[in-house]
């Protein structure tokens, strides 16, 4: 996916943080999961996190900034209930964004509540970051 492309696109309205600082980007390339989406790694290259509507569940979502994505999955304990699981974003509320890093041929986008965060609770939502982008841009961005 040309992630510069989509975020052109005027369909894809979420608002967008500027590209991080450089030494940000390293520290969170430093400590994140090296198996983390290409297309994701690339758009938090791009902007620092976004947010708005999206036309999922849940309705609105908060992709976190690389500065405080892996403070965000300390504070949610995701590495110690979810693991093989990485939390990418939030509805704002009760429901987290996650990635399912178990597999080699991908990471489905999966939706968790932040307050039991069990594997018993996750919900996919797309096969891939990709598609999530995707159906944000396909279906108007609500």
Not at 62 to 78: M, T, Y
Request: charged share 25%; net charge negative; hydrophobic share 35%.
């Amino acid at each position: 996916m040309d992630v510069q492309k989509l975020l052109r696109n005027p369909r894809f309205r979420l608002n967008r943080g500027p590209a991080p600082d450089p030494s940000h980007l390293k520290q969170f390339r430093e400590h994140a999961p090296p198996n983390l989406p290409r297309t994701y790694v690339r758009f938090m290259e791009a902007c620092d996190g976004a947010r708005g509507k999206i036309p999922y569940d849940t309705g609105y979502i908060e992709i976190f900034p690389i500065q405080r994505v892996l403070d965000e999955n300390r504070a949610h304990h995701v590495g110690e209930t979810l693991p093989g699981f990485f939390a990418f974003g939030s509805d704002g509320g009760d429901e987290l964004f996650v990635f399912d890093l178990r597999k080699d041929d991908g990471a489905p986008v999966c939706s968790v509540s932040a307050k039991t965060t069990a594997v018993s609770g996750i919900a996919p939502i797309t096969n891939s970051f990709s598609e999530f982008l995707e159906g944000i841009v396909m279906m108007g961005n609500v």
